[in-house]
Nanobody
Framework: VQLQAFGRGSVQAGGSLRLPCVAS????????VGWFRQAPGKEREFVAA????????YYAESVKGRFTISRDNAKSTVYLHLDSLKPEDTAVYYC????????????????WGQGTQVTVSS
């Protein structure tokens, strides 16, 4: 399985972006795909995740109500829709997968994509 993040962009505060993550080879619905971000000088942090079945979505408190995660299984793609962007959302955004079984995450996130830069100016 290989994941690739796309959609880098520079926008002004209040703007929007859509980041696709192409997740080739996800073998079953027992997986979730997540988005993370890492700002300069900071640790990588969780942003959002969605189960491959689409039945559950999870968000960090800092992005709830502004970001939306969705998936298109036919295109093997998970989208992160970023709205009402703030300068503090500036970061490199990564996607990864994790086993999701019996309603819970199992093992660690892996198959990290290469990351895509999002820059929000004030």
């Amino acid at each position: 399985v290989q994941l690739q993040a796309f959609g880098r962009g520079s926008v002004q505060a209040g703007g929007s972006l859509r980041l696709p993550c192409v997740a080739s080879g996800i073998p079953s619905d027992s997986y979730a795909v997540g988005w993370f971000r890492q700002a300069p000088g900071k640790e990588r942090e969780f942003v959002a995740a969605v189960t491959w079945s689409g039945s559950k979505a999870y968000y960090a408190e800092s992005v709830k109500g502004r970001f939306t995660i969705s998936r298109d299984n036919a295109k093997s793609t998970v989208y992160l829709h970023l709205d009402s962007l703030k300068p503090e959302d500036t970061a490199v955004y990564y996607c990864a997968k994790r086993v999701f079984d019996s309603g819970r995450f199992v093992r660690a996130w892996d198959a990290w994509g290469q990351g895509t830069q999002v820059t929000v100016s004030s």
